[in-house]
T-cell receptor, first 113, second 111 residues
């Protein structure tokens, strides 16, 4: 069964550094999402992406964050200047259509030192 | 601002018991509602999706209902098994809407 893959599984970065988290969504899916989950807290929506542009974004998704779908297969989340509070598990999800189930990757654990 | 609440936060039941998990949301103008399970250290696995025009969905031992007017959904698990032990999350939104997750119900099924 096709699945969403995320790399790396764990990323350790110094505060202030840029980080790029990578996702390969399921190939025929049209909607793409990034979420984060701080340890012990609930899953939080960051951004949704459709038709090569951002559909919705949360208050968390400020100017330090950006998303790209550079080559039609990868979907990336960039954090320009990481802060300690960016430490979390980041999940990518994709969806065939707006009323289809979202499929999640296993996540990237981001640790900011 | 949409808020999603799940009750109870944790539940422990003996194997074989039927159980109900609850989800409530404050804004009834939702696109759809999805139930997920999350195993420790893992991503989320979709269980059931209910479109805003639907009242319920069933998959195997799982049945989810949606009452938009009262802002409630329930997930019914029949004949629970130890493998059902996980955290269950509901989420509203999707498509063109922001997605809001509940805090989850941690389920333990005791053999």
């Amino acid at each position: 069964e096709p699945e969403v893959t995320q790399t790396p599984s764990h990323q350790v970065t110094q505060m202030g550094q840029e980080v790029i988290l990578r996702c390969v969504p399921i190939s025929n899916h049209l909607y793409f999402y990034w979420y984060r989950q701080i340890l012990g807290q609930k899953v939080e929506f960051l951004v949704s992406f459709y038709n090569n542009e951002i559909s919705e974004k949360s208050e968390i998704f400020d100017d330090q964050f950006s998303v790209e779908r550079p080559d039609g297969s990868n979907f990336t989340l960039k954090i320009r200047s990481t802060k300690l509070e960016d430490s979390a598990m980041y999940f990518c999800a994709s969806q065939r259509g707006g009323n289809q189930p979202q499929h999640f990757g296993d996540g990237t654990r981001l640790s900011i030192l | 601002k949409q808020e999603v609440t799940q009750i109870p936060a944790a539940l422990s039941v003996p194997e074989g018991e039927n159980l109900v998990l609850n989800c409530s949301f404050t804004d009834s103008a939702i696109y759809n509602l999805q139930w997920f399970r999350q195993d420790p250290g893992k991503g989320l696995t979709s269980l059931l999706l209910i479109q805003s025009s639907q009242r319920e969905q069933t998959s195997g031992r799982l049945n989810a209902s949606l009452d938009k007017s009262s802002g409630r959904s329930t997930l019914y698990i029949a004949a629970s098994q130890p493998g059902d032990s996980a955290t269950y999350l509901c989420a509203v939104g999707g498509g063109y809407q922001k997605v809001t997750f509940g805090t989850g119900t941690k389920l333990q099924v005791i053999p």
